[in-house]
């Protein structure tokens, strides 16, 4: 039988929903959550999500700024950005879109970001209370697969989990996640020796991969829980990491792209950003 779909439209509605509410009682209050993205260059699909973005926040009533810079910006202008951004106490998420022109050393402009302003949890600090299991500002994208997992009522604890990617905003912080949930984890790479074994043994598997379709039927499981990261354009049509058809037949649970997780990650961007507001308010 066909999987079940986790259905990141319905379930990004119903966060936003719920979010609504809170920003709702924010603005009766007179405060307003506000989010700002710093942009540097011209990449189409940065371009694509940050519009996204913007929409979430005007759905939502958060103030939303986007900050604009040319492809040649400099280290210390884009620092510069940062620094303001952190300084404006109407800006309480801060994101810098990535990637980043190659010029550009993202690794020290996101660790100047403040963490209580970190709305992307990346921030070394947040990646460290992860680690710790202490949770600040969580990555947006793992944190919305989790949701669909709990959503669905999917059991993780006690599973092999199998995250394939290891980037310091998805693999990692997913593979974190998912311990804390008492998972088994496996984190797997570009140089895992036999990745199909370890795909094969996974009960729940995450592919953030960034290769179309590389995912295949028989490197999955009979019933596995399958959650794809991946957003490749082909032939100018989205698709994940994960051959959807082939796999749907064989898992139990599995996201469509599009339509799944990126849905997700932006709802969690503004979850992060409403906690944020919150916080702040919260201190007076
Ligand atoms: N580029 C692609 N996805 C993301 C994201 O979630 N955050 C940031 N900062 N850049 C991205």
């Known amino acids: 039988m066909a999987a079940q779909l986790l259905d990141g439209k319905v379930l990004s509605a119903q966060v936003e929903e719920e979010l609504k509410i809170r920003v709702d009682a924010l603005l009766a209050g007179g405060h307003r959550p506000g989010l700002c993205v710093i942009l540097v260059g011209d990449d189409p699909a940065s371009h694509l999500y940050v519009g996204n973005k913007e929409k979430a926040c005007d759905r939502l009533g958060i103030a939303s700024t986007t900050i604009r810079l040319p492809a040649d910006t400099t280290q210390e202008d884009l620092e510069a950005e940062v620094r303001k951004a ?27 970001i403040l963490p209580e302003k970190d709305a992307d949890g990346i921030h070394d600090t947040n990646a460290g209370k992860l680690m710790r299991g202490e949770f600040g500002a969580v990555a947006c994208t793992p944190k919305g697969a989790l949701y669909m997992l709990k959503s669905a009522g999917i059991a993780i604890g006690g599973k092999n989990a199998v995250v394939v990617g290891r980037s310091n905003i998805v693999g990692k912080p997913m593979a974190m996640l998912l311990l804390h949930e008492n998972a088994t984890v496996t984190l797997c790479h570009s140089r895992t020796a036999d990745l199909a074994w370890h795909t094969r043994n996974a009960d729940i598997l995450v592919a953030a991969i960034g290769q179309p379709r590389f995912i295949k039927a028989d ?13 490749n354009r082909v032939d100018g049509k989205f698709c994940g990491d994960v051959d959807f058809d082939a796999v749907r037949q064989k898992a139990s649970y599995i996201t469509p792209v599009p339509g799944g997780v990126g849905r997700m990650t932006i709802a969690m961007l503004m979850s992060n950003t409403v906690e944020a507001a919150e916080r702040t308010f919260a201190k007076g």
């Open 219 to 231: 490197m999955v499981k009979e019933g596995a829980v399958v959650i794809d990261v991946g957003m």
């Open 86 to 112: 952190n300084a404006d106490p109407a800006i309480h998420g801060l994101l810098v879109q990535l990637p980043l022109p190659r010029h550009l050393d993202g690794a020290k402009a996101l660790s100047l």
